[in-house]
């Protein structure tokens, strides 16, 4: 599973650097707009739900709990200081997405004690395109959390997120996780499309740890 977080580039807006990223495969957007405006953010969904619907992918606000239904998007992800989880389930019911960041094994139950479908755990390493990182993973973290995760048979999907480029694909697999979610290296990348077509073959490869839910 590859998820694509959109951030704005010299080269790209929100909106296109998305187009690049489904050009070449991947079927999971997370709009990610820290500092614009509630208005500014809703124009933007608008635009991006019906290409996001064309290549049959899903559109996932950060965030912006209130505007999931008003847009048709399919679900919202929440960071540790954002709405919590389960204000946010109140709100959108059952039948949209909600996923949550996590940084631990304690990130994780909370997370699925108040409602969540799945988790965004990290960060890997360091990265410029999230500001009030947590403390660093790297790949002992993984091995640890999902370990721990197994031994007590938790098996929300977990997708590892935080400066990941694709040679941490193959070490990150080996951790049981669902999949990983990217930005910068796609953008930064000289054919942005290509080097998602190069992830999702590098995730395709072998059959990943875990289930994933059918709302997914």
Not at 33 to 57: F, I
Not at 162 to 182: H, R, S
Request: proline letters at 3%; hydrophobic letters at 40%.
């Amino acid at each position: 599973m590859l998820q694509f977080i959109t951030h704005k580039t010299a080269r790209y807006d929100e909106i296109e650097g998305a187009v690049k990223a489904l050009e070449g495969g991947c079927r999971w957007i997370q709009l990610r707009m820290k500092d614009a405006s509630v208005d500014v953010v809703e124009k933007t969904v608008r635009q991006l739900l019906p290409v996001c619907r064309q290549y049959g992918a899903k559109l996932i606000l950060d965030d912006h709990v209130d505007l999931v239904i008003p847009t048709g998007a399919d679900g919202v992800h929440l960071g540790k200081m954002d709405l919590p989880v389960a204000e946010a389930r109140k709100i959108l019911g059952e039948e949209y997405i909600i996923g949550a960041t996590a940084n631990n094994y304690g990130d994780i139950i909370k997370a699925i004690k108040e409602g969540a479908d799945y988790i965004g755990l990290g960060p890997y390493r360091y990265t410029t395109t999230k500001k009030k990182l947590s403390s660093i993973l790297g790949l002992e973290g993984y091995h640890s959390i999902l370990e721990k995760c197994h031994a007590n048979n938790i098996h929300i999907p977990i997708v590892a997120i935080g400066g990941i480029t694709l040679d941490d694909i193959e070490p990150l697999k080996q951790t049981g996780i669902l999949g990983v979610a990217v930005s910068g290296c796609v953008l930064s990348a000289d054919d942005p499309s290509d080097y998602t077509r190069k992830l999702l073959e590098a995730l395709d490869k072998d059959s990943m740890v875990g289930g994933i839910e059918t709302k997914l």
